[in-house]
C-alpha cells in the first residue's frame, strides 16, 4: 500500500520503511508526528483506491524524524 501525502507545502508518495528527505521540518530528532493531509490512498492487494476531495477524512501518516540537516544560510548581494 502506498500513500500521497502532503508535506511542507510538497506531496510525496510513501510507503511503510520510504526514507524521504523534506525541507523545513520543525520536529526534533528521534520525534514522530502524524501527518493527516492524506490525498491518495492505493491498496494493491485489494485493489482499492481512495482518493480524497482534497483529503481523506480520517486518514494519517506518522513519521519518524531520523535526521536534521542544516546547510550555511547562502547571502545573495
Known sequence: MYCVVE??????????????????VSHDEG????????????????????IGTPVLSGAKVTFKVLENKRTDKVRVY
Open 7 to 24: 508535506l511542507a507545502g510538497q506531496q510525496f508518495k510513501v510507503q511503510k520503511g520510504d526514507k524521504i528527505t523534506v525541507n523545513r
Open 31 to 50: 520525534s514522530n508526528f502524524d501527518v493527516d493531509t492524506v490525498l491518495l490512498q492505493f491498496d494493491a492487494d485489494a485493489k482499492d483506491v481512495k
